[in-house]
């Protein structure tokens, strides 16, 4: 998507990059989704008309992510064997709620994870309905129970020798 903003725009990579870090960092996911409009150097370009100038942008996102969304080999599989011999499933993730549920509604996880567990969503800008997503119908999970993790939790990794 910011290759595609980029040549929208013309800005500075440099430039571009380092104010989505910025963003990132602000709101500590590099999945936030209204990156594009907090842009500086894409404010200055653009004004309220972001949104519009950088659709292609954002379909493009949305057409690599629509080929490339699905489970590695063989792991469906052997969640239904875990799943058909009485097993318990937790998973765990560091992304934001939002995200996650999308990722397991459209990977098709819901009846396969008894338990997910994710930090909440980041905060919104000011301007953003207050609904979340959780709040609809459309969006919940009719078999996992999803629990947030506690602020700041990180997953800990432990190298072996």
Known sequence: ????????????????????????????????????????????????????????????????????LQLYPTVEETLKVLKDAGIIIAAFTESKAFYTNYRFRKLGLDSLIDYLYSPEDHSMPLETPSLRYYELDTYRFKKTIHRFTPEGEEAQSRAFT
């Open 1 to 68: 998507m910011i290759g595609k903003v980029i040549e929208i725009s013309h800005a500075d990579q440099e430039t571009v990059y380092s104010q989505c870090s910025i963003i990132h960092q602000k709101y500590g996911t590099s999945e936030y989704s209204h990156l594009l409009e907090e842009l500086p150097c894409l404010q200055e370009l653009y004004g309220d008309d972001i949104l519009t100038v950088m659709a292609p942008a954002i379909e493009a996102f949305r057409d690599v992510r629509r080929r490339v």
